[in-house]
């Protein structure tokens, strides 16, 4: 299973357009998670991965803020009746437009199966409510957030409590650019403590907080950037 990062902050390769946000298409689930702020550079991105955008048949958004909902009202005409998955979080206003843009919108409120081995933890309390994803690679868990802004450490914990397991693999947007190196290491180290074993942090972690993985989680620490695609069965093999 390839996540391929469509979207990001950092570009790993020139000709990618990076901006701030977040986007991440899982290929072989079809499945979009988040659509960053602005839908040309998420063209432009797929047609440099030669993704057709008809090969997106779901969108998960992980919360309404607009660097992660941002390209998704005009990537809906390229798209033929796609499924959204949205939780309370999102105005009826939003939802009414992706309606009308021909998008078949699927309400959760609750962890939730959203296709086969993908799962979301549901929305979790923050200042702007937030859901992740969750994925099933044959036993092992992978778990993308978005911004993580209810904290990274009570997405993992709620991970645990809903299927038993701690997430081997953690990425996304961690939210830590605020945070003192102090605080950050003691989340790091926590993960690490917890059994998460590769982290692929990005978007709103922060340089800072870049390093600090970087340190604790050595080999299982993976960069990421728009234009990278991370083969999860490989990266989970080793651990
Ligand atoms: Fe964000
Ligand atoms: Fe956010």
């Known amino acids: ?35 960053g702020s602005e839908t040309n550079a998420l063209l432009h991105n797929f047609s440099l991965f030669n993704i057709t955008p008809s090969e997106i048949h779901s969108i998960f958004l992980s919360h309404f803020h607009w660097d992660h909902a941002g390209g998704l009202l005009g990537l809906l005409p390229h798209l033929s009746s796609p499924k959204i998955f949205l939780h309370r979080g ?42 992740a994803l969750i994925f099933d690679i044959q036993g092992k868990l992978a778990l993308f957030t978005g911004c993580a802004h209810p904290g990274i450490l009570n997405l993992v914990h709620k991970t645990k409590e809903l299927w038993g397991k701690v997430p081997l693999l953690v990425g996304g947007g961690f939210h830590l650019l605020q945070m003192s190196r102090k605080k950050i290491f003691f989340i790091a180290q926590e993960l690490h403590r917890l059994g998460v074993r590769l982290v692929a942090p990005s978007h709103c972690t922060g340089q800072k907080a870049l390093e600090v993985f970087a340190d604790i989680f050595r080999n299982g620490f993976v960069a990421m950037g728009a234009g990278k695609i991370l083969f999860l069965e490989k990266l989970m093999r080793k651990f």
């Open 1 to 35: 299973m390839e996540a391929y990062i469509v979207f990001n902050n950092q570009s790993a390769a020139p000709e990618f357009v990076s901006g701030w946000g977040l986007s991440v298409f899982f290929r072989s689930k079809r499945l979009l998670f988040d659509t």
């Open 90 to 131: 999102f105005s009826s206003g939003f939802i009414a437009e992706i309606r009308r843009l021909g998008g078949e919108v699927v309400l959760f409120n609750e962890p939730s199966k959203i296709g086969p081995g993908v799962y979301t933890t549901g929305p979790l309390e923050s200042s702007s409510p937030e859901a």
